[in-house]
C-alpha cells in the first residue's frame, strides 16, 4: 500500500506539507504555542473558531495563522 496522501499548502508564507484531510483544528493543535487563542485565515477568509474542528484544509491553500499574546 502507497504512503499517505499529502498536500502542499502555504503555512505564514512558508511552504507546508500536511496530511490530506487536515482540518483547522488538527493544524492548530500542532503547532508548538498554538495553546493560546488563535485566529487562522484560510485564502483570505477568516475561518471561525466554531468551524475550526470541520474546517478542511485542501491543496495550495494560503493559511494565516496569528496567535494572540496579552500583555501590558
Known amino acids: 500500500m502507497s504512503a499517505a496522501a499529502t498536500i502542499s499548502v502555504s503555512l505564514n ?3 507546508r506539507e ?3 484531510g487536515t482540518t483547522v483544528a488538527q493544524l492548530v493543535q500542532s503547532l508548538p504555542g498554538s495553546a493560546g487563542r488563535v485566529a487562522v485565515e ?3 477568509v477568516i475561518v471561525p473558531r466554531s468551524t475550526h ?3 478542511s484544509l485542501a ?3 494560503v ?3 496569528v496567535t494572540f ?4
Open 69 to 72: 499574546v496579552g500583555g501590558g
Open 53 to 55: 474542528a470541520q474546517h
Open 59 to 61: 491543496a495550495d491553500d
Open 63 to 65: 493559511i494565516e495563522i
Open 13 to 15: 508564507g512558508e511552504p
Open 18 to 20: 500536511l496530511a490530506a
Open 42 to 44: 484560510v485564502n483570505r
